[in-house]
């Protein structure tokens, strides 16, 4: 089996290459935080960190357990997860002699750190000890891993993304066609929490500043730094311009988007696309660059890699080799094919494994 090796010194995100660099002013608003009023019932164990728990999407109180041993944990971030939902059958087939019995896999924000420091990750009353094997994250969640002595081997360069799209209401009745009606009155855009998902919401917000600064023919009187001011730093005095999710913003931002205050959120294409494909008749998609069949994306976007890393552990003979299958299996052929399928690109650099 031939090993492809990374240098992760060099940035996990580019911009396109002909695209005009420039750093965006700082962001000093506070967006409102766009959740529905639900109960927050009192788990059994208290606040166990970290936890999954999302107000916009399922949390689970009436299923009580905590897990301790599994075959295979996967802790990765969640932005690629229906090519993960179509590959993960494929990976277990491997094991049908001897099939895998306890096994998950996270699709949220980077939750491997705190999941390693704290041996738990809870999900309303279900608590599991089980510690991930492999996990798959940007540069800053695998150079922490490195960096606390935690991986096995090399990072691999697992897929990169195709940039941004606006997603907005089915028939965009708001009229959104660019990053600069964002900035329009009445427009309300809806993020990625800027704490618990800070990597996410400064990726799509320097999206929007580079996009526009990159536009050679912006709305008359307006810039990138007056945009990015009237969306997130309250220069039009619009108490709800800027919204955020509470958790995890692949479900947070259709959320507000369908039933919360929002008109609009930007979104990786591929996840975009997904939603949209998912709800047909809630949601629609603006393409920044190309069309949605066709992406491509507008100078300045940012493009970004994502990496996957065996961990080490003290592992059982049983949980190497599932380990060791499931880093093949996510460098294999089949799943680039997958990831295609759902938006996502190899990196140009990308060896697959046999």
Request: with cysteine.
């Amino acid at each position: 089996m031939k090993k492809t090796f990374i240098n992760l010194s060099t940035a996990a995100i580019f911009l396109l290459p002909w695209a005009v660099h420039a750093e965006m002013p700082p962001i000093t608003g506070k967006p409102v935080i766009d959740t529905p009023k639900l109960l927050e019932w009192q788990a059994d164990r208290g606040v166990v960190l970290p936890n999954l728990d999302d107000p916009t999407a399922d949390t689970l109180y009436d299923l009580h357990a905590g897990v301790s041993s599994c075959d295979i944990v996967l802790s990765t971030e969640g932005n690629y997860h229906p090519a993960l939902h179509d590959i993960w059958p494929v990976f277990l087939a491997k094991f049908k002699d001897k099939p895998l019995r306890n096994w998950f896999y996270t699709t949220s924000p980077p939750v491997v750190m705190p999941q390693t420091q704290h041996h738990s990750l809870e999900f309303g009353n279900f608590y599991s000890s089980c510690m991930p094997s492999v996990a798959v994250g940007g540069k800053p969640v695998i150079d922490k891993l490195a960096a606390a002595g935690l991986t096995d081997g090399a990072p691999l360069p697992l897929y990169v993304d195709q940039g941004e799209v606006i997603l907005v209401k089915k028939g965009n009745p708001r009229h959104i066609h660019s990053v600069w009606d964002l900035g329009r009155k009445g427009v309300r855009l809806v993020t990625p929490n800027p704490t618990s998902e800070a990597g996410a919401f400064k990726a799509y917000a320097k999206a929007i500043y580079a996009i526009a600064k990159n536009d050679p023919h912006p709305p008359r009187g307006m810039t990138a730094d007056k945009l990015i001011n009237i969306i997130f730093n309250g220069a039009n005095h619009d108490k709800y311009k800027w919204l955020a999710g509470a958790r995890i913003h692949h479900r947070d931002e259709p959320w507000s988007v369908a039933y919360g205050r929002a008109d609009a959120a930007v979104i990786l294409y591929h996840l975009g696309v997904f939603t949209k494909q998912s709800f047909p008749d809630t949601f629609d998609v603006v393409p920044l660059g190309g069309t949605v069949s066709d992406p491509r994306p507008l100078p300045g976007t940012t493009i970004g890699t994502r990496y996957v890393v065996a961990l080490k552990g003290e592992w059982t003979p049983r949980q190497l080799e599932a380990r060791n299958v499931l880093v093949q299996t996510l460098m294999s052929d089949a799943f680039t094919k997958d990831l295609e399928t759902h938006g996502l690109k190899r990196p140009d650099n990308f060896m697959p494994m046999p």
